[in-house]
């Protein structure tokens, strides 16, 4: 046996820690939260709705994670939803809201100093919830997709190129839609729209003939209390799958694509006191699509651990944050590994959780002692184990003796370097 020590300098992948910080406290009711570059300075904002203040505001980043608040609107009655994204293509951050008690759906104009302008899209969506912006007809304007839970509506709005919004209904007897996702399920280069709605408990895609005629397809029908839903490619088979949180059933589920858009479901959990949302995200870059959840009434903000088969194993981020609605995974401080923000209505606050994996660029390499080369030989592993201060890890992050290196994939430390990827060759 020999081994090859490439010098391609790669992270040491083990359990991820996380520490708190609070952006904001007092945003009474904070219910929806969402991060961006706001304010276009190559830092990441955070964007944050309160029910009970009726309130939308953000919170500026001044590229050491302090956050300065900036109120966008103060009177959006039942504000539950917010969104950001350059909707009228002027190369700023826009900012989406809607109102489930206003049955609005409003846009803010940004002037690409941060004033924001209100527009309102509709003040008539029955108990509107979730609002995106996507190019749904593929104009290379973006267009809006929103559901509303008292009208059972999934709707889109077309964008004329100047944000003059026509509504077209894509579903009117979706029993409690809740949510609207748009993606490119069965990858014809289109957009469908995957729906969650919670009386019905149902989970259905809509299918995009290219000319926004939709054609509803059923994937569940007992998800009892269907919350939220999105779509990625979680085994990593090329098609798209669906994920989504049951609110009364306490659990989250993924519907695996076999291709064809026939879809198997896989239940992660269903002990999760009232789950809220979940994203699909690689938390550790092992290249394997983790998660991250809130649970409401568990107050807790949770990742869960792709093995590579997609069995999920839960690591808690936090279980005292009462009340967690929202979770989103960004890299909030620029270290490049995902960090997580959430809000919670029964502390009124909004928080983000720091990542302390180390990633790809931050970690600090080098080369094996005696080598100045892209390569080096050595005649087994056990001669590796010559030089002090050296340490051998597999692709988890698990620390091996030198004897019990098999023929894999190994990550070698020298000196509290991360120096190369060892390939034990048999």
Not at 26 to 48: E, K, N, P, Q, R
Not at 183 to 208: H, K, M, T, Y
Request: glycine share 8%.
């Amino acid at each position: 046996m020999f081994t090859a020590a490439l010098l391609v300098p790669l992270t040491v992948s083990g359990q991820v820690g996380w520490t708190e910080h609070t952006i904001a406290t007092g945003f009474s009711g904070a219910i929806s939260v969402y991060a961006i570059d706001v304010d276009a300075d190559t830092d990441i904002d955070v964007i944050g709705a309160a029910w009970n203040a009726s309130e939308i505001s953000w919170w500026e980043n001044d590229g050491s994670e302090n956050f300065s608040k900036h109120v966008v609107a103060d009177n959006v009655a039942g504000v539950i939803f917010v969104y950001a994204a350059d909707l009228d293509d002027d190369s700023d951050i826009d900012i989406l809201g809607t109102a489930n008690s206003g049955d609005d759906i409003v846009w803010w104009e940004n002037d690409s100093m941060e004033n924001f302008t209100a527009h309102t899209i509709t003040d008539d969506f029955d108990g509107v919830h979730s609002v995106y912006v996507y190019d749904l007809d593929g104009d290379t304007d973006q267009d809006i997709l929103a559901a509303a839970y008292n009208a059972d509506d999934i709707c889109w709005w077309e964008n004329d190129g100047d944000e003059n919004f026509t509504k077209h209904i894509i579903a009117d007897n979706f029993d409690g839609a809740w949510t609207a996702y748009p993606v490119n399920l069965d990858g014809d280069s289109d957009f469908d729209v995957v729906g969650a709605a919670r009386d019905a408990n149902e989970i259905c895609w809509w299918e995009n003939d290219g000319s926004q005629n939709f054609t509803v397809h059923l994937v569940d029908d007992s998800f009892s209390g269907a919350h939220i839903v999105c779509a990625a490619d979680l085994d990593s088979d090329g098609d798209v799958d669906i994920l989504g949180t049951a609110r009364t059933g306490d659990e989250i589920a993924w519907w695996e694509n076999d291709g064809s858009e026939n879809f198997a479901k896989h239940t992660i959990t269903s002990d999760y006191d009232w789950p809220t949302f979940v994203q699909a995200v690689d938390v550790n870059a092992d290249n394997e699509i983790d998660l991250v959840s809130a649970a409401y009434n568990a107050n807790r903000i949770s990742w869960w651990e792709n093995d590579g088969s997609e069995n999920f194993a839960e690591h808690t981020i936090d279980d005292n944050f009462t009340g967690a609605i929202p979770v989103q995974a960004i890299d909030l401080d620029g270290d490049t590994d995902v960090d997580v923000v959430s809000a919670a209505y029964g502390l009124n606050s909004l928080a983000w959780w720091e990542s302390d994996f180390i990633g790809i660029e931050e970690e600090d390499t080098g080369y094996l002692p005696g080598t100045k080369c892209s390569s080096t030989f050595v005649s087994s592993a056990q001669q590796l184990n010559d030089y002090k201060d050296r340490r051998i890890f597999d692709v988890s992050g698990r620390e091996l003796g030198y004897t019990s290196m098999q023929p894999g994939v190994y990550f070698i430390e020298d000196k509290g370097k991360i120096a190369d990827k060892i390939i034990v060759i048999k």
